[in-house]
């Protein structure tokens, strides 16, 4: 089993430009996150979902977008970058809410 | 509010000076509390869950405690690989949260160094 995987691993975005994080596991998990790490903070949760077709908003939507149309597969978009959105982006998975999370290696994205 | 306070930010012990992490915490109705390692450019691995006060978990150099308050995390005996940042995360009820924080609340983690 791969995990979760992450790609890609780093990336410079302009500001205004778009692109799409991907995310993805192979242990059959139904409950997918997206976290975003900035440094000397604690993970912030982005959006959540608790299987394929629904999600939610976590502490910190704004400016993101996510989809879940299988349970393998949740992948983050960025529409218009903001430097503010420089951080390190984590995935994460666990087969029940609330139970220990795996995370991916993570995404360090750079909106200059 | 719900708060996670892990101390001390960061802690440099020698090769085998034992120490303890404390990750205190503001939460009704905790649910369990997380310890996670995070070594650089990496994803939080998990280490233990703790569900009630009393509990303990060990698992080599390190052992977990909690109390209804705070919970510790001791490195007995520290080894230049277990150098890491290491994180808590409480989960709360489910009732308690509606797309806000979320399940679980992370601390802002302790960086430990372990000189050879």
């Known amino acids: 089993n791969a995990g979760v995987t992450q790609t890609p691993k780093f990336r410079i975005l302009k500001i205004g430009q778009s692109m799409t994080l991907q995310c993805a596991q192979d242990m059959n998990h139904n409950y997918m996150y997206w976290y975003r790490q900035d440094p000397g903070m604690g993970l912030k949760l982005i959006y959540y979902s608790v299987g394929a077709g629904i999600t939610d908003k976590g502490e910190v939507p704004n400016g993101y977008n996510v989809s879940r149309s299988t349970t393998e597969d949740f992948p983050l978009r960025l529409e218009l970058a903001a430097p503010s959105q420089t951080s390190v982006y984590f995935c994460?998975?666990?087969?029940?809410?609330?139970?220990?999370?795996?995370f991916g290696s993570g995404t360090q994205l750079s909106v200059l | 509010e719900d708060q996670v306070t892990q101390s001390p930010e960061a802690l440099r012990l020698q090769e085998g000076e034992s120490s303890s992490l404390n990750c205190s915490y503001t939460?009704?109705?905790?649910?369990?509390l997380f310890w996670y390692r995070q070594d650089p450019g990496k994803g939080p691995e998990f280490l233990f869950t703790?569900?009630?006060a009393g509990e303990e978990k060990e698992k080599e150099r390190l052992k977990a405690t909690l109390t209804k308050k705070e919970s510790f995390l001791h490195i007995t005996a520290p080894k230049p690989e277990d150098s890491a940042t290491y994180l808590c995360a409480v989960q709360r009820p489910r009732v308690n949260y509606g797309g806000s924080q979320g399940n679980l609340i992370f601390g802002k983690g302790t960086k430990l160094s372990v000189k050879p």
């Open positions: 994460a998975s666990s087969y029940a809410g609330g139970e220990k999370l795996f």
């Open positions: 703790l569900y009630s």
């Open positions: 939460v009704s109705g905790l649910r369990g």
